[in-house]
Each structure stands twice: as structure tokens, then as C-alpha cells.
């Protein structure tokens, strides 16, 4: 296996009142795409904000080593209402990214809205602005914090369909927060199941096509969750 | 007869018409819409001096008002003084607005300047404009740098505080956001502090403009020699009401103006909001 792009040692994270990570171990391959699963207040969201360096608020130790070029991709898709769309995409970005920003926008189908303000998208399309401001970063690692949570469930598919594209056709490392176990199954190569602020296990998806499979793993993820 | 598409074809009956309901939402805007309350109180003003009702010694018809302010213009007094008061009331706005956003970003964006500023002009703010007057004069003088002074201070605290509060108000979750796409400051603030703050400070700026002509009013009472105040002034000693009257007027449609443009520039600047009243 070839170096890390992501190497996560013995990270300690607490906070006053919201979750904890009591030493995270983890290593996601270039090109790897990892979900991390787990229930609500297992520590998902906190890794997840350690990586992205917005967690201010929390105190902690260990050993985060991240590519130079990341991207976030937030549960609400957290465009400025007061910039169109392609200027969202840019945002932050020199004047020279126009051309690939307008590239980013047709990938995920939005050519023609680029002078659309936020409010005239539906939800699944200012996510999907989202993603095109992430992938004009040309990341090297992309962090998404349950980032179909909040649409309804066929746009959910269609938004599945498409990062599995983008995240195979630029091969970001890929970490995906999410507590959906099909979504897991769906996109990811690993999945990794957080619990109690420690990494409880982990297991690799199998193949698309192995149905028998992958309906297992199904179950022993819903397990380990505690759904029966 | 076709069964299936009868039961599938929606029958007249089962036509709804779209929304019999009136709206909640205010409905559609129409332009310059906001004249109408205006107007109404000059066409009842109108009656009632027409009619006789009203004393032109208490109070001239509005025709009046318009041929003294004709004959004044002829005269070249009325855009001289006008001149004169546009200038005091400007001059103060831009300097209490420019004190006002500075200080509001000084004490909006950091902490100890939030704790040493904000504390500072709430105090502040609890003393009314005429209060101040009797200092303003102590330190400025009687001459025109206390007018623009009173005037700036009167159009200071709209402007600060709707501004300050603006961008206390701005989301956190966009600052975050200006985190992991790795903002500069100076882009952060371009592209996230001075859009999030830039409604508030337009809001403050109708607030502080209508103040400034306010105090312009009671500053031009005080030893002035020249604008619309001063006018009025001369004129209440020579009990001529209806140039009294066209001083009255000329205020309001100073104010009504600047309202108006400052309310231009908003939609033109904020045409990215989308929001009930427009």
C-alpha cells in the first residue's frame, strides 16, 4: 500500500457538552473512499470538524497529517445567499479557476444556472453547487459531513450516483460522515464504524454485484448499531 | 363509453381553481406604491382648505404653499438656503456614518473592542440629542462645525448600532465555511462581513438620515444666518405662515426624498433577498 493520505493517530477530543473522541486511529489510502458510520453522539461529527480544523472549541491531542488540499461538504449546502452561484463556487479561489469552476458546475448539471442566485435552487441543486465548489479545490482529500442528510430520498439517489462519479473520475481520498447504512454500502470502498469515541470496527465493501454479500455486511452494520 | 379514462379524466367539479384563498403574504408590489399615503393626506389637506375649513392662518392650502415657494425660487432664496442646509445635513450624515460603520466593525469584529466601544455608546446612547447641544456649543462654538457636529452625532447611533447588530447577527456556520475554504481576512471580509452586515447598514443609514435631518432642523434655530431653518425662522418673526409653510414642506420632501433613494440603493444592492415587503 502506498503512503497515507490520511493518517490519524491517537486523537483525543473533548468538549464541554457535545461529543468525544478518546483515541482515533485511521488511515485512508489516496483515492480511498471511507464512510464512518455511527449512531448520533458516537463522535462522527467531532472527528470530522478535528479534520477540517473548525473544532476551536474543543481541547485534545494527537496526530492529524491531511493532504495540502482538502474540502468540506457541510449538511446544508452553505452557499452565501448574496453570491451567485459561480461566484460561490469560487469563492476563494483566483480569477484564473473561472474556467474550471464553470467545468465543475456542468459536472454536476448545473451549467446553466451559474448566474442563479442560492434561493432559486432546490436543496439537491445548492448541494450539488456544493460539491462543485469543493471539486474546483481539485482536493486531494474530501471531508462530507453527512452531506445528503437533509434531502428527500430520491434526490438522495441521484446525488449518491453522482459523487460516486466525481470521487472515481478525480480520486479524492473521500471521508463520509453519514449514520446511513445504504449510503455506506453504496459509496464506499471501507467503512469504518465509530463508537464511543474510538473506532469499533471496521470492514471492507465488498464488490457491487455481490448482492448475498453486501446484504449481509448489511446486517452486521445494523448490529453493531444496535438495530435489530 | 370508456370506464377507465372516465374515472381518470378529473371531472369539472374536481377542478380547483389555484389559490381562491387570499394570501397571507402582502401580495405583489407595485411601483412607487408607498406614494399613496402621501397623497391621501394632501388631497384631504387639499378639501379642507378648498372648502374653507381650514384658516389659512392657521394653516395656508398646499397651492399656496406652492406659489410662496415659487416666488422664492424666483427670488433665488429657497435654493440658496436649501444649498446651504443640504450641505450641513450631508456633511454630518457622512461624518457620522463614517464613524459610525468604523466604529461598529471595531467593536463587531473584535472582542476588546467590542467590550471598550459598545459599552461606551449604549452609555451614550440614553443622552438625547438636545441634551447635548449646550456642550456641543461649548466646544464647537456657535459656528458651523457645531451644527455638522450635532448633526453627525444625531446620525451616528442609527448607523452604529443597526450595523453592529448586523454583524454580531452574521452566521457562524459561514464563518466556519471561510474557514476550510481558506479565507484571507480581507476576503473574508469582502465576501462574508461586508455583504452579511451590508442590510443592516442600510437599514441604519435610512434611520441616521432621517435623524440628521432632525437635527438639522433644531441646530438651524440656533444663531444660524443662512438655511431653510434660519428661513423659517425670520419668517415666524414677520408671522409670514406660508413661507413658514414651504420650510415645512421642503423638510418633508428632503426627507421623503432621501428615504426614497436610500431605499433605492437597498434594492438595487440587496437584489439577492428575497423577502416579504418588496
Do not use: C
Request: aromatic content about 6%; glycine content about 10%.
Amino acid at each position: 500500500m502506498s503512503a497515507a493520505a490520511v493518517r490519524i493517530r491517537d486523537l483525543q477530543r473533548t468538549f464541554t457538552l457535545k461529543g468525544v473522541l478518546n483515541g482515533v486511529d485511521l488511515d485512508i489510502a489516496p483515492g480511498e473512499f471511507v464512510a464512518l458510520l455511527g449512531r448520533s453522539g458516537s463522535g462522527k461529527s467531532t472527528l470530522l470538524r478535528a479534520l477540517a480544523g473548525i473544532d476551536h472549541e474543543a481541547q485534545g491531542t494527537g496526530e492529524i497529517a491531511l493532504p495540502q488540499r482538502s474540502a468540506v461538504i457541510f449538511q446544508d449546502a452553505r452557499l452565501l445567499p448574496w453570491l451567485r452561484v459561480l461566484d460561490n463556487v469560487l469563492l476563494g479561489q483566483p480569477r484564473e479557476a473561472r474556467p474550471r469552476a464553470m467545468q465543475a458546475l456542468e459536472e454536476v448539471g448545473l451549467a446553466r444556472r451559474e448566474q442563479s442566485w442560492p434561493h432559486e435552487l432546490s436543496g439537491g441543486e445548492q448541494q450539488r453547487v456544493a460539491l462543485a465548489r469543493a471539486l474546483v479545490r481539485e482536493p486531494d482529500l474530501l471531508l462530507a459531513d453527512e452531506p445528503f442528510g437533509a434531502l428527500d430520498a430520491l434526490t438522495r439517489i441521484q446525488m449518491h450516483e453522482l459523487l460516486r462519479r466525481l470521487s472515481e473520475r478525480h480520486k479524492p481520498a473521500v471521508l463520509l460522515v453519514t449514520h446511513d447504512i445504504d449510503e455506506a454500502l453504496a459509496l464506499a470502498d471501507r467503512i469504518v464504524m465509530l463508537d464511543g469515541g474510538r473506532i469499533s470496527a471496521e470492514l471492507q465493501v465488498p464488490g457491487r454485484g455481490d448482492r448475498t454479500l453486501i446484504a449481509l455486511q448489511r446486517k452486521r452494520l445494523l448490529a453493531m448499531l444496535g438495530v435489530d | 363509453m370508456n370506464a377507465i379514462s372516465g374515472e381518470i379524466l378529473p371531472s369539472p367539479l374536481s377542478l380547483a381553481p389555484a389559490a381562491q384563498r387570499a394570501p397571507l403574504g402582502p401580495g405583489t408590489p407595485r411601483r412607487n406604491g408607498h406614494l399613496l399615503g402621501p397623497g391621501l393626506l394632501l388631497l384631504y389637506w387639499a378639501i379642507l382648505s378648498a372648502t374653507g375649513w381650514l384658516d389659512p392662518r392657521t394653516l395656508p392650502a398646499p397651492w399656496t404653499a406652492i406659489t410662496t415657494g415659487a416666488d422664492l425660487v424666483r427670488e433665488g432664496r429657497l435654493q440658496a438656503n436649501l444649498a446651504v442646509s443640504a450641505a450641513r445635513a450631508g456633511s454630518g450624515l457622512l461624518v457620522g456614518g463614517i464613524a459610525g460603520v468604523l466604529l461598529a466593525f471595531l467593536s463587531g469584529l473584535s472582542l476588546l473592542g467590542g467590550y471598550v466601544i459598545d459599552g461606551i455608546v449604549q452609555l451614550k446612547r440614553g443622552i438625547p440629542i438636545l441634551a447635548i447641544i449646550p456642550f456641543m456649543i461649548l466646544w464647537f462654538g456657535i459656528g458651523e462645525p457645531m451644527k455638522v457636529a450635532v448633526i453627525a452625532v444625531a446620525a451616528f447611533f442609527p448607523i452604529y448600532i443597526q450595523t453592529h447588530s448586523a454583524l454580531r447577527a452574521i452566521d457562524l456556520r459561514y464563518v466556519e465555511l471561510a474557514e476550510t475554504l481558506g479565507l484571507s481576512r480581507w476576503q473574508f471580509l469582502r465576501r462574508i462581513v461586508i455583504p452579511g452586515a451590508l442590510p443592516g447598514f442600510l437599514l441604519g443609514l435610512r434611520f441616521g438620515a432621517t435623524a440628521a435631518w432632525l437635527a438639522l432642523v433644531v441646530v438651524e434655530q440656533l444663531n444660524a444666518s443662512s438655511g431653510i431653518g434660519y428661513m423659517v425662522t425670520l419668517a415666524r418673526n414677520y408671522a409670514q405662515t406660508d413661507v413658514m409653510l414651504v420650510g415645512l414642506v421642503v423638510y418633508a420632501l428632503l426627507g421623503f426624498i432621501t428615504d426614497s433613494v436610500i431605499r433605492w440603493a437597498e434594492r438595487r444592492l440587496l437584489t439577492w433577498r428575497r423577502t416579504l415587503g418588496r
